[in-house]
């Protein structure tokens, strides 16, 4: 063989094997519109200058849109998308099916065991880690420090709901358009059925006893009911039924709210730049009736891989990159400590920078309060605080959600709404097999 | 004898007239409008229809956040693509239900129809297990194949209602002047129909332009149309109004001005054979 066939020869070697180093793997990530999502997708040349070899491909989608495509995906092994955002109601679901790629070994450097234990609690299914937390948030109340001030009233950090009444009726003045209280009231399993699942937990309600029987006919359900048709007939604002988080969020930064209980997530939005009220709102822990359990939720969306992808080596170095917490020391160089993906680590909340956050503290700790494996006072079979964790809660919670809306529209009493709500869910447990 | 408009009927015709127009054109005209506001005055409380801090920074953002091009251009391939495939099969179809009627050609047209009555998430598993087996999940080819198939039974509908227009005798004598039945359809049944086709080719057009529910559900990234470039506007917890407005308003742009260029036609198409 010639010196210059063998030359040729190797320098063909070394440009297959460059060209082999060099082959670029494209991942499709589907996830939902929101700040902190597509503030991720700004920063992407972060993840490329450091996995030059992995190209990611977004697909974003409305929530509920993402979350039929998704389950179409996964349910029939599509193999479509290689990450899905997921929210900690489809973890439980889909990890116990088998569908999810368990995460329990990404790096050491990931430091799993920094995040806050509420959170990964709701994302481990049989001990495995299903999904990779890229932002948590509970409930809380958001109030009005001048209209409290102005009434006399000082709000604990931690209220009862007989202290949330009398906040409310002192801050109620309709006659300026000004409301004591703004809670959700629009029908839907993820709308109203949120708030008022968790609220039912802090008067010792519950969906299910231990034999997946429905609960809605006794008087816990009764009461959480009563209390809040109370609180929105006396001192909510008009068309309440109407009004979901935006609707609320609207009516608390123009000045029309001395309350709101909502998501953690609100508080950058009522102390921001398009908030007439963003200097004069305090933040205390969501009520409760002295039981042991507070009205506030617990949700993350986070990042998974389906069982279906053919890419799961690349899908989890970007579930690395995206919650580490490298990227949120990245987001709060390039965009400030209040813009961090919130409520996932430990370390986040003892850093004293990101403590400087007004709402950081409060965020923690309704976080902390809520516990997705024991929700309410009594027993329960299900895992979820505001949700149950099982494929049919979507319907019969939006169904359920129809009946409490028409109830504070006034189109039905709380007796009708608790009685109709009892047998439809009944009739849908007994027709999945839970009731035999 | 024909009826005398008086002044006093036009006046009343014509206001009525614009009224509907209006109430129809409203919601494109507050989307448009709340596509040039900030964030906070599109959902003001409230709600103006005009805002005092007008701006374009939605579109900068909209398009500078997605590719705009590479949406826009799935949706011509698949709207004109899927119109043109059916227009392919349905002129010979239609031609046939026309002309030379068997015993059950209406029982076919009335069934034809009947499958635009389901709704469509009845066949959403088996559609999405088919596309998925034959490798046309998120595929352009895909969805010419589907929009194709679902707008099918509107585009027979519809040329067969302009076809029957059309006297026999003509097609008899062109065939007695020794036309083939390829010649008959293409240079005589076809150029009569001209303003038929034109109109259901754009109304065609439109309507697969606007699908909504395949498109997202049968794409994920290279087959995605306008729809889908939508649908990534939309936030969970309904923020972004605006850019969501802004993004529409994007996406109807180009089938908004096709439809005013061609509303002639499209208006003649639609009308032919209303009156005998």
């Given amino acids: 063989m010639t010196i210059s066939l063998r030359a040729l020869l190797g320098a063909t070697a070394l440009c297959a094997l460059s060209g082999a180093a060099l082959a670029e793997t494209t991942i499709t990530v589907a996830t939902v519109n929101n700040g902190d999502m597509i503030r991720m997708q700004g920063l992407m040349d972060d993840f490329y200058a450091k996995h030059p070899d992995i190209k990611v491909e977004w697909v974003t989608l409305e929530e509920n849109v993402l979350r039929q495509n998704v389950t179409n995906d996964i349910a029939t092994g599509g193999g479509q998308y290689d990450v899905m955002t997921i929210g900690t109601y489809e973890v439980p679901i889909w990890g116990k099916q088998g569908w999810l790629v368990s995460l329990n070994d990404l790096p050491a450097s990931y430091d799993v065991d920094d995040l806050l234990p509420a959170i990964r609690g709701g994302l481990t299914v049989d001990g495995n880690l299903m999904a990779a937390p890229f932002y948590g948030e509970s409930s809380m109340v958001m109030y009005r420090t001048d209209l409290m001030e102005a009434a006399g009233l000082t709000m604990p950090d931690a209220p009862t709901w007989a202290e949330i009444e009398k906040a409310a009726a002192a801050m109620t003045d309709k006659s300026k358009d000004q409301y004591g209280i703004c809670l959700r009231g629009k029908a839907g399993w993820g709308e109203n059925m949120a708030f008022l699942t968790a609220m039912s937990n802090s008067f010792g309600a519950r969906w299910f006893d231990e034999t997946w029987h429905p609960q809605f006919d006794q008087p816990e359900w009764k009461a959480t009911l009563d209390t809040y048709l109370h609180l929105m007939n006396e001192y909510g604002p008009p068309g309440a039924s109407n009004n979901g988080f935006n609707e609320n969020l609207t009516l608390f930064q123009q000045g029309k709210c001395g309350m709101w209980i909502d998501a953690t997530v609100a508080a950058s939005f009522v102390t921001g730049k398009d908030s007439t009220v963003a200097d004069k709102v305090g933040f205390a822990l969501a009520p409760d009736n002295g039981l042991g359990k507070r009205g506030n939720w617990l949700w993350a969306w986070s990042l998974a891989i389906p069982t279906s992808s053919q890419k799961q080596d690349a899908a989890k170095t970007f579930i690395d990159w995206a919650t580490n917490k490298d990227y949120l020391a990245l987001v709060a160089a390039k965009e400030g400590w209040a813009n961090v993906p919130p409520g996932t680590r430990t370390s986040l909340y003892e850093n004293p920078e990101y403590q400087k956050v007004p709402f950081a503290k409060m965020t923690l700790d309704s976080i902390n309060a809520a516990d997705p494996t024991a929700p309410t006072v009594k027993p329960v079979p299900y895992v979820g605080v505001q949700f149950v964790a099982i494929p049919e809660f979507s319907g019969m919670g939006t169904t359920v959600g129809e009946f409490f809306s028409a109830a504070l529209a006034g189109q039905i009493s709380a007796d009708d709404a608790l009685a109709k709500a009892q047998t439809a869910v009944t009739d849908e447990m007994t027709a999945a097999g839970y009731i035999q | ?276």
């Fill in chain 2, 1 to 276: 004898m024909a009826r005398a408009v008086t002044p006093t009927h036009r006046l009343i015709a014509t206001t009525a007239a614009w009224t509907v127009a209006l109430v129809i054109f409203f919601p494109v005209l507050w989307m448009i409008l709340t596509s040039f506001k900030t964030e906070p005055s599109a959902v003001a409380s409230p709600p103006q229809l005009f805002s005092a801090d007008w701006t374009t920074e939605n579109y900068v953002e909209v398009w500078s956040r997605s590719d705009y091009p590479r949406f826009f251009w799935n949706s011509v391939v698949i709207s004109l693509g899927s119109t043109l495939l059916g227009l392919a099969i349905a002129i010979p179809a239609a031609w046939s239900m026309a002309f030379v009627p068997g015993k059950r050609t209406k029982d076919l047209l009335m069934w034809m129809l009947s499958t635009k009555m389901m709704p469509a998430v009845g066949v959403l598993i088996p559609m999405y297990l088919l596309f998925q087996r034959l490798g046309l999940y998120d595929t352009k080819l895909g969805l010419v194949l589907a929009l194709m198939l679902i707008n099918l039974p509107i585009i027979v509908w519809m040329l067969y209602t302009y076809f029957k227009e059309i006297p026999g005798e003509i097609l008899e004598a062109a065939r007695m002047d020794g036309a083939s039945l390829w010649n008959e359809v293409l240079y005589v049944l076809t150029p009569m129909a001209v303003p038929g086709i034109a109109s259901t080719l754009l109304l065609n057009v439109i309507l697969a332009w606007n699908e909504a529910f395949w498109t997202i559900t049968l794409t994920t990234t290279k087959a995605a149309p306008l729809s889908a470039f939508i649908a990534s506007f939309s936030a969970p917890q309904g923020l972004f109004y605006a850019k969501l407005s802004a993004a529409s308003t994007m996406a109807i742009a180009p089938i908004l001005i096709l439809g005013w260029f061609s509303q002639k036609q499209l208006v003649r198409g639609l009308t032919f054979g209303a009156v005998k």
